[in-house]
């Protein structure tokens, strides 16, 4: 294996200095070396990462050898990258494994419906965030579907809603989850027609229920006074208007069914942002159509595979990058950033899904390229939580 160098300068040399020589093997910085980085925002060639405190220190290109007092770790020729975050999933109400999701290269996740639990993890273990229960209305989805366990919050009032939000966020919720959907469009993972779904619910006989537009804006309202945002889960054209109407910024999947033109173009204005989903709704006839719309408007579509579905990888999910290329005509660059830096900027944590100085040090590797084998993100050979490893099969 070709090994390489580094040339830090100045800056990198002080970090390097005294404040490192005293420090004890395990926690002794570590300088990575790579042919090729992504740094959430641009592929940068023959790159080095030094990682002290479970932040990073420095990046730097790579030149001829320079002694340190970091431990080196030469990957040689590979690929290194900001540790993925996915905005939608489900795993702790479906009891996915915390350790599973990030040996497969998924550091930060965000659970948006399920238990609610405050910010934890990224020292080695899986960042997570949680919305917690889902708000509806009463007999609204989610609960027509899996009861109203931990997974859906019904309120009928004004008065309701804002209680429920508050006591939401009491327990940590970081982003809060409504849900807008009457049901029974065709290819949905939330009805019995869909091949590859969970769920064992009827197709609707007649709409589920929907909040009122007030109850809703009053959520949005609560929300906004505490700083959070609500994402809302929507697959048709009621529940987009209501969400538009609210004031609602996120949209929890890319709608299942055909959204008009007009309610898209709202959005646009309005600087909605969608999370992608398009794996797990794969079926539904109107994701192709509103998925290139969405992208032509200028629309801004983040990553999200929502983890704990029935077919989705526990971890990257290499065919959802594949439909955002495909469906929504993103590069190779563009589903990363959206994966990363711009996943973190939407969850507010200061350089989260990027290799910049100061960054949490959340870093995945592969080996080679990912030009055309973004399939090999699913099964990264070095995986890194606050600056502990957690997965390394390269050879020293």
Request: with cysteine.
């Amino acid at each position: 294996m070709r090994r390489f160098g580094l040339r830090f300068i100045g800056l990198v040399l002080l970090l390097t200095g005294s404040t490192m020589a005293l420090a004890d093997q395990q926690n002794r910085p570590i300088l990575l070396l790579a042919k090729q980085m992504f740094d959430g925002e641009n592929f940068i060639n023959d790159a080095a990462i030094l990682v002290a405190g479970g932040h990073i220190s420095a990046t730097g290109p790579l030149a001829l050898a320079s002694s340190t007092a970091a431990e080196v770790i030469d990957l040689g020729d590979a690929t290194v990258l900001p540790g993925f975050i996915e905005l939608h999933a489900h795993s702790r109400f479906q009891n996915v494994p915390a350790e599973t999701i990030l040996r497969h290269g998924v550091t930060t996740i965000r659970d948006v419906g399920g238990p609610v639990f405050p910010a934890s993890g990224g020292d080695g273990s899986l960042r997570m965030m949680t919305s917690g229960p889902i708000i509806t209305a009463p007999g609204g989805y989610p609960i027509t579907t899996f009861g109203a366990n931990t997974i859906g919050v019904p309120i009928a009032t004004e008065e309701q809603a804002r209680e429920a939000v508050r006591q939401l966020i009491a327990n940590g919720a970081v982003v809060i989850k409504v849900a807008l959907e009457p049901g029974a469009e065709t290819g949905a993972p939330w009805t019995s027609h869909h091949e590859h779904g969970a769920s064992k619910a009827a197709p609707a006989k007649k709409p589920w229920p929907l909040m009122s537009e007030s109850v809703v804006k009053a959520i949005v309202d609560e929300a906004n006074r505490y700083q959070r945002k609500v994402t809302a889960h929507i697959g048709e054209k009621n529940g987009a208007r209501i969400a538009l109407n609210a004031g609602i910024t996120e949209w929890a999947h890319m709608p299942c069914a055909h959204i008009p033109d007009t309610l898209l173009q709202k959005a646009f204005a309005q600087q909605v942002k969608i999370v992608s989903t398009l794996d797990t709704l794969s079926k539904c006839p109107g994701i192709s159509g509103n998925a290139s719309r969405w992208a032509a408007l200028g629309g801004e579509l983040l990553y999200g595979a929502e983890i704990a579905h029935p077919d989705i990888p526990w971890g990257i999910d290499a065919q959802e990058l594949f439909y955002m290329m495909r469906l929504a005509d993103m590069t190779l660059v563009e589903v990363l950033r959206s994966a990363t830096s711009k996943a973190g900027s939407l969850l507010g944590i200061p350089l989260l899904g990027t290799l910049a100085t100061g960054a949490p040090a959340d870093i995945i590797a592969v080996k080679g390229s990912l030009n055309k084998a973004v399939k090999k993100l699913e099964y990264p050979d070095f995986v890194m939580s606050g600056g502990k490893r957690v997965v390394n099969s390269f050879a020293n």
